[in-house]
């Protein structure tokens, strides 16, 4: 049996370890010892894109997290010849390792000229970005309870997704990506931010694997004549 290589190692700004590794054709992407994501399923990812990007739409979506590409390549092909895709990722050596060791993994999906790179947190673009997309898709932690780095907290907070609603155009979609199991009050959070939140469990895999969890969110394309409380982004995290 060929042994596991690990063909690289990063930090993520708190100090969490994030290694590549790779066997037998199979690539790894592990935080802290924890299998993040891999090339053998991604069909959660696919999922992710396909339940909140609108076909043939010339929109402008925003992807929170580069992983391993699997979303931002599903995305690209969901979406329409005039789109843009947003992507921001916290870690250079993701990017690196898009670039060089699993770029081809997704197809190379940074090479499609419809995709722009941000590298820098997630959130920063969120804050500036009033009713400036038409989806939102976070997929930089295992959940909203199991996170790769403490300061992504404030994205599921009622604060966060407050700004997520106020990032979106009205009728846009907010779908987040969670390894599997409900995070108690989530989709009610989502609700006290504004949204219409839904559930869908998906497989990890065509066919088969794990069953993992993607939150949806909906904002009303008719506002309520009150908003809801606390909806105003706020200006710092």
Request: charged share 25%; with cysteine.
């Amino acid at each position: 049996m060929k042994p596991w290589e690990t063909l690289a190692i990063a930090r993520t700004p708190d100090g969490s370890e994030l290694t590549l590794r790779r066997h037998d054709g199979e690539y790894v992407i592990r935080a802290d010892g924890y299998d993040l994501m891999t090339s053998r399923m991604h069909g959660s990812e696919d999922a992710l894109a396909a339940l909140t990007c609108k076909p043939g739409s010339d929109g402008h979506v925003l992807i929170g997290g580069l992983g391993m590409g699997y979303t931002l390549r599903a995305a690209l092909g969901i979406l329409g010849p005039g789109a843009s895709v947003t992507v921001a990722e916290l870690v250079p050596e993701v990017v690196e390792w898009n670039r060089s060791w699993i770029g081809a993994l997704a197809g190379n999906p940074l090479d499609d000229p419809r995709a722009v790179l941000h590298q820098g947190d997630v959130a920063g673009v969120i804050r500036g970005g009033a009713a400036r997309f038409d989806a939102i898709l976070l997929d930089v932690d295992n959940g909203p309870d199991a996170l790769t780095q403490a300061g992504n907290r404030w994205l599921y907070s009622g604060s966060g997704l407050a700004a997520c609603y106020e990032a979106l155009r009205p009728g846009g979609m907010y779908g987040l990506w969670s390894v599997g199991g409900d995070a108690p009050g989530f989709d009610r959070r989502l609700a006290r931010a504004g949204f219409k939140p839904e559930v869908r469990r998906v497989r990890a895999r065509e066919g088969g694997g794990l069953t993992q969890v993607i939150y949806l969110g909906k904002r009303p394309r008719r506002e309520r004549l009150s908003a809801p409380a606390g909806v105003r982004a706020p200006a710092g995290r």
